[in-house]
């Protein structure tokens, strides 16, 4: 591949069959079946050469055939089914075969050495669907999109895998990209005949077309924090003075005994993170050491990693115990922690309400009142802090997310060279200016699906593929 390419996606592609690699494709361990996957030139061939049973060679595509792998002093290795895929109709595009095996560790392993010993490489990393990828099987989002599929933990990242799995946002990029192919026709049609003097066909239809984009591409934008939060999880920070309650809050949200629990003040010494799904969304839960001045160094340290993890965090818990006073020093801790918040949503929650002393503070308005203990109030508190994670953040499970910091990238590199042919449109400047722009505006959004791609991008996006996908 050139260091820079088209790479158009149709169905009349030419299946580039490259050699046979093979892969483990399901998790190491015991199971009932485990699926070692061979893709590549010849693969039904090689697979053949050591399958005892029907020839694979004569057999149609798509079809399950039962027989023995052996090694090459023709010893059983395992029963077998395997599934045959003829090019072009395959995941990758070219020659697969997938064989199941009984699932266990030393029985798969020794089904892919018999493999490998028949001159079949090791997949790399994601090979199988950066294969699919560049014979047209899929757009470069849409292989993305295996991964998030894959390492989705909560049901709404699992959506928005799905979303771009099926191509939506692919078709986004392609009406964007259809938009400034049209504007280019337009300007570049004055430069075919600049000798002749022509003008723009219509300047204000360009103009209109090109806000038009602006616009579109601003909305898709708008939905990244979103997509973000729904991808990677809501990191959530518990923070206030000791024993407010911050571990046993954490332990009653995830079920079980997480965090240390004890009357001792400074318990927790260190941030704990664990993750936890409410109503299909991950929150990733930070249970912090308590705020306050210590001359313990180990402490003292757990205090500063609470205070980093503040200000990483998507949404602030503040916890407020209600069987003590409240100090006019805590008082003054709450309003710095709520100004420090800034836009990142805030939640100030009174704990231990089950043993509140009964103090009427009109001055403090408590977003809730819990006792963990007792799990008084925790489905309110629940919906609360998924409320205010998503809040100023419109979010339908039908609409198109923005997920990966490198489609944003593309789109906003995209959107500012609009928005400069837009400024040298309205300046009056010749048609070759406005080009530059907009053929620089097509190639942003040609790195999102694929049409245009490097070598370091291809690199980037498949290291993070489990091997055998």
């Not at 039904?44 to 027989?67: I, Y």
């Not at 340290?301 to 209600?322: C, I, N, P, T």
């Not at 709450?334 to 918040?341: L, R, S, Y």
């Not at 923005?402 to 928005?419: F, I, M």
Request: hydrophobic fraction near 35%; proline fraction near 1%.
């Amino acid at each position: 591949m050139t260091k820079e390419e088209a790479t158009p996606k149709t169905k009349q592609q030419k299946i580039n069959q490259k050699e046979p690699i093979a892969a483990i494709a399901t998790p190491v361990g015991e199971g009932g079946i485990a699926v070692i996957r061979v893709s590549g030139k010849n693969a039904v061939g090689k697979v053949n050469e050591a399958f005892r049973g029907k020839d694979l060679t004569k057999q149609d595509s798509h079809t399950v055939h039962f027989g023995n792998i052996v090694d090459q002093d023709d010893n059983v290795v395992d029963e077998v089914l395997t599934t045959l895929f003829h090019s072009p109709k395959s995941y990758t595009g070219e020659e697969t075969v997938e064989i199941s095996c009984h699932g266990g560790v030393l029985v798969t392993q020794a089904v892919l050495e018999t493999m490998l010993d028949l001159g079949i490489r090791s997949a790399e990393p994601g090979e199988f669907t950066q294969r699919a990828f560049l014979n047209g099987k899929m757009e470069l989002s849409q292989a993305e999109a295996v991964a998030d599929l894959i390492h989705a933990k909560s049901q709404k990242a699992m959506d928005a895998a799905h979303q771009q799995l099926e191509g939506q946002l692919g078709k986004h990029i392609k009406q964007f990209r259809q938009q400034i192919i049209d504007a280019t026709a337009m300007v570049e049609l004055e430069l075919d005949f600049v000798e002749e003097d022509v003008e723009f066909a219509d300047k204000e239809e360009l103009e209109r077309l090109l806000k038009e984009l602006d616009e579109e591409i601003d909305k898709l934008l708008a939905t990244y924090e979103t997509g973000r939060l729904v991808k990677h999880g809501v990191k959530t920070v518990f923070i206030g003075l000791p024993n407010a309650g911050k571990s046993t809050l954490l332990n009653t949200l995830v079920g079980k005994d997480r965090a240390i629990v004890t009357d001792i003040a400074g318990t927790t010494r260190d941030t704990i993170d664990v993750d936890w799904s409410y109503d299909g969304l991950r929150f990733k839960l930070t249970d912090t050491a308590g705020l306050r001045d210590t001359e313990d160094v180990i402490e003292a340290e757990g205090v500063k990693r609470s205070q980093e993890a503040f200000e990483k965090a998507d949404l602030a818990v503040y916890l407020k115990d209600l069987s003590k006073e409240l100090t006019q020093e805590e008082r003054e801790d709450i309003a710095k922690f709520q100004k420090a918040a800034g836009e990142t949503p805030f939640v100030l929650i009174g704990t231990k309400n089950d043993i509140a002393l009964d103090i009427e503070d009109e001055r403090m308005d408590y977003d809730l009142k819990i006792s963990a203990l007792e799990g008084e109030k925790i489905d309110e508190l629940k919906k609360l802090m998924k409320q205010r994670a998503l809040e100023n953040k419109e979010y339908d499970s039908s609409s198109l997310l923005v997920t990966s910091s490198r489609h944003r990238d593309a789109l906003q590199n995209a959107q500012k060279n609009v928005r400069s042919a837009l400024q040298a449109l309205d300046q009056g400047m010749t048609g070759d200016f406005l080009s530059i722009d907009l053929r620089s505006a097509l190639k942003d959004l040609g790195t999102i699906t694929g049409e245009i791609t490097t070598e370091d991008i291809l690199d980037s996006i498949f290291s993070r593929f489990c091997i055998g996908k």
